[in-house]
């Protein structure tokens, strides 16, 4: 008995469904493998060690899909050469990086979202101070809990320090921003020659605000010394006298940690800058907009 063009479609239907499916699901995990394997399914961290570094690792860890990837950890120049060679190719890379910086100034990027919010929310730059410093050096205290700026001048500045020193691209900055540093210092004394040291971090957002700050408490006639430690570092230092002031701590997340170890003995004065984010970041060109969307090897 011949069948119906109809009874011929019905047979062949589901064979249909079933192709279009399949090619379907395949098209989808395939684009999604290309990310992971692309970039070896590997994440492009920093210097060991590092807030941002020991939060990278916890990412991997409470993610399921990124069971498998490794945490390669180098240091913020070799993070910047990895990601700016990839970007010169158009080839997909995964950096931990924050902002401010200036890579944000200089290439397309975008931060991957984290539903978890293992990397942290927004956060805030903290100005921290050693016990008995308000009563020791009651003006440098003033100024340093008056201080406040924005994520978008310190960007401009570790840009601007690319081609030149620090010390000349914050006089620019004390040049265009007098006015404030004016308000800043009204009504305090001037002191003649007193020293203070200032503890930092090497990386170049930290540099920034320790580098004005700097220049400020010279104008009030302070000589500043500024050290350059690791996080770790810095907080014992502020924790046990060793160091006056520091200007370079994350918080809550990045360096949350050694807040809680080291506060009892610290003062907290609070943000001086807000608005500051650590993430996963990605070129803008690449075709994933979260943590989630990465795919397990």
């Known amino acids: 008995m011949k069948k119906s063009n109809y009874q011929r479609l019905l047979t062949v239907l589901p064979i249909s469904f079933l192709l279009i499916g399949c090619g379907t699901d395949n098209a989808e995990g395939e ?3 290309t990310v992971g394997e692309d970039v070896e399914y590997t994440i492009t961290a920093t210097e060991p060690g590092a807030g941002l570094t020991e939060l990278t690792h916890d990412t991997v860890a409470a993610y399921d899909n990124l069971e498998g990837w490794e945490v390669q950890e180098s240091s913020t120049a070799g993070m910047i050469t990895s990601l700016d060679q990839a970007i010169q190719n158009e080839e997909p890379i995964i950096v931990t990086a924050w902002r ?5 100034e200089s290439y397309d990027l975008k931060f991957l979202d984290d539903p978890k919010n293992t ?3 927004e956060e805030y730059v903290h100005t921290i101070a050693r016990l008995g410093l308000e009563e020791d050096k009651p003006e440098a ?6 201080f406040e700026w924005e994520a978008e001048d310190m960007q401009k500045m570790m840009l601007e320090a690319q081609d030149a020193s620090f010390e000349e ?5 004390m040049e265009e921003n007098q006015e404030y540093v004016d308000e800043l210092l009204e009504g305090i004394d001037p002191v003649d020659g007193e020293s203070l040291e200032l503890v930092s ?25 500024v050290t350059n430690v690791d996080p770790v570092i810095m907080f014992q230092a502020i924790a046990t006298g060793e160091g006056d002031a520091s200007l370079a701590p994350w918080l809550p997340s990045t360096h949350g940690s050694f807040l809680e170890e080291y506060g009892e003995d610290i003062v907290d004065l609070g943000p001086n800058m807000e608005g500051t984010l650590n993430g996963f970041v990605v070129p803008d060109y690449m075709d994933v907009d979260s943590i989630e969307d990465l795919p397990t090897p």
């Open 31 to 33: 684009e999604e493998s």
């Open 100 to 104: 401010p910086h200036w890579i944000f």
């Open 119 to 121: 990397l942290g929310e």
């Open 141 to 146: 205290y003033a100024v340093l809990d008056a």
């Open 169 to 173: 691209v914050t006089t620019d900055w």
């Open 201 to 225: 971090t090497p990386w170049d957002t930290e540099r920034s605000s320790s580098s004005v700050m700097e220049a400020i408490l010279e104008q009030l006639g302070y000589n500043v010394e």
